[in-house]
């Protein structure tokens, strides 16, 4: 899954750790999926995702990252 996960967290100044953390994901799931090599993620975890950096699933995932 292409996705600017790991633009978005270091624009705000964030840690996988960080991240991690805030939305409850593992840092090894965030790892993976800034990596592409995750293929799937479920929709609670990209809803987590996004809500811990403020922004929309849409703009992370699928569309283009505006602060």
Partial sequence: MKNKL???REEIGMT???LS???GISRTTISA???N????ASSKT???LASA???SVTCIFF???VQ
């Fill in 6 to 8: 790991r633009y978005v």
């Fill in 37 to 40: 090599e995750k293929k799937a």
């Fill in 53 to 55: 950096l403020n922004t």
């Fill in 46 to 48: 990209l809803l987590a």
């Fill in 63 to 65: 569309g283009s990252y």
């Fill in 16 to 18: 996988q750790e960080e």
């Fill in 33 to 35: 999926l800034e990596n």
């Fill in 21 to 23: 953390k805030k939305s």
